[in-house]
């Protein structure tokens, strides 16, 4: 075991890697793509599903690799067998904590992480190992969410209740979960010599988007990761998640409904 254990907030439920296998490298990593070429080996950091990581194999192969990792062997099962439905053969897949990659320095081209700094306890001690296996002039890419710069309409107390009780249950496992605004400053604190940052978004404004959205939130909050760790660090109890769970559910039948979430992004060498 590492000096530093991470705690994954929203937890490997269905509900949600039902929404981890809506992740694309075009809806997700597009950031990435320009820095991504046939032959390059690819370490993909918390990898969940695979969704993102068959992407990054079907652009650099067929020469070059993808080596997949993640802290969950039944997450890296699933990853594994979605990879293979994809036809997909130059990936590897491996249990590891991004504190202490398993690796050799210098090993790889690119080294990619989405939505992993928000959840580990030293995230500049994670960009640094990340810096150590990535070969000179080659790029490490991390995205991340940034809780407090969600947005959403109309404005229901029941989100706002929402997302208060998450960014209190993230802090209570020690993750940070306004990731997004701070990627660039750990980013130089972890050493890197260049640093481009920038942002995206993902907007659900659409009757199709706003239940697919608004549902997994539902189910999450009571029957999560989020929902136990909150139940177990005192910060919600049983009629208060109910409660929130059904203002996500009458957010998604609003006609004019909006949710936008706001990622940061770095692109970091040297």
Same mark, same amino acid.
């Given at each position: 075991?590492?000096?530093?254990?991470?705690?994954?907030?929203?937890?490997?439920?269905?509900?949600?890697?039902?929404?981890?296998?809506?992740?694309?490298?075009?809806?997700?990593?597009?950031?990435? *793509?320009?820095?991504?070429? +046939?032959?390059?080996?690819?370490?993909?950091?918390?990898? %969940?599903?695979?969704?993102?990581?068959?992407? /990054?194999?079907?652009? @650099?192969?067929?020469?070059?690799?993808?080596?997949?990792?993640?802290?969950?062997?039944?997450? /890296?099962?699933?990853?594994?067998?979605?990879? #293979?439905?994809?036809?997909?053969?130059? @990936?590897?897949? !491996?249990?590891?904590?991004?504190?202490?990659?398993?690796?050799?320095?210098?090993?790889?081209?690119?080294?990619?992480?989405?939505?992993?700094?928000?959840?580990?306890?030293?995230?500049?001690?994670?960009?640094?190992?990340? $810096?150590?296996?990535? !070969?000179?002039?080659?790029?490490?890419?991390?995205?991340? +969410?940034?809780?407090?710069?969600?947005?959403?309409?109309?404005?229901?107390?029941?989100?706002?209740?929402?997302?208060?009780?998450?960014? *209190?249950?993230? $802090?209570?496992?020690?993750?940070?979960?306004?990731?997004?605004?701070?990627?660039?400053?750990?980013?130089?604190?972890?050493?890197?010599?260049? @640093?481009?940052? &920038? &942002?995206?978004?993902?907007?659900? #404004?659409?009757? %199709?988007? $706003?239940?697919? =959205?608004?549902? &997994?939130?539902?189910?999450?909050?009571?029957?999560?990761?989020?929902?136990?760790?909150?139940?177990?660090?005192?910060?919600?109890?049983?009629?208060?998640?109910?409660?929130?769970?059904?203002?996500? $559910? *009458?957010?998604?039948?609003?006609?004019?409904? =909006?949710?936008?979430?706001?990622?940061?992004?770095?692109?970091?060498?040297?």
């Amino acid at each position: 075991m590492t000096e530093h254990q991470s705690v994954y907030t929203h937890g490997h439920q269905e509900a949600v890697l039902r929404s981890h296998r809506t992740r694309t490298l075009a809806n997700s990593a597009g950031y990435l *793509r320009p820095e991504l070429a +046939a032959g390059q080996q690819v370490l993909d950091v918390g990898c %969940g599903p695979g969704t993102i990581t068959a992407d /990054l194999a079907e652009l @650099v192969g067929p020469t070059g690799r993808v080596v997949a990792v993640d802290t969950s062997p039944e997450v /890296l099962a699933q990853a594994a067998e979605y990879v #293979a439905g994809r036809g997909l053969e130059n @990936v590897e897949f !491996a249990v590891a904590d991004v504190h202490a990659l398993p690796y050799p320095s210098a090993g790889f081209d690119v080294v990619h992480a989405h939505q992993v700094l928000q959840h580990v306890q030293d995230p500049v001690g994670a960009l640094r190992e990340m $810096r150590r296996v990535v !070969a000179p002039g080659g790029v490490v890419a991390v995205r991340d +969410a940034d809780y407090e710069a969600m947005t959403w309409y109309p404005q229901l107390p029941e989100l706002t209740d929402w997302l208060d009780l998450y960014r *209190r249950t993230a $802090r209570a496992n020690g993750g940070e979960p306004d990731a997004g605004r701070r990627l660039l400053a750990w980013a130089r604190a972890a050493g890197f010599e260049e @640093v481009r940052a &920038s &942002s995206s978004t993902w907007t659900y #404004a659409t009757p %199709g988007e $706003r239940l697919w =959205w608004g549902a &997994s939130w539902a189910e999450r909050v009571t029957a999560s990761g989020l929902a136990a760790t909150a139940r177990a660090q005192g910060l919600a109890g049983d009629e208060e998640l109910a409660a929130i769970a059904d203002g996500w $559910r *009458r957010w998604t039948v609003e006609p004019d409904g =909006w949710f936008a979430v706001l990622h940061g992004e770095v692109l970091a060498r040297g």
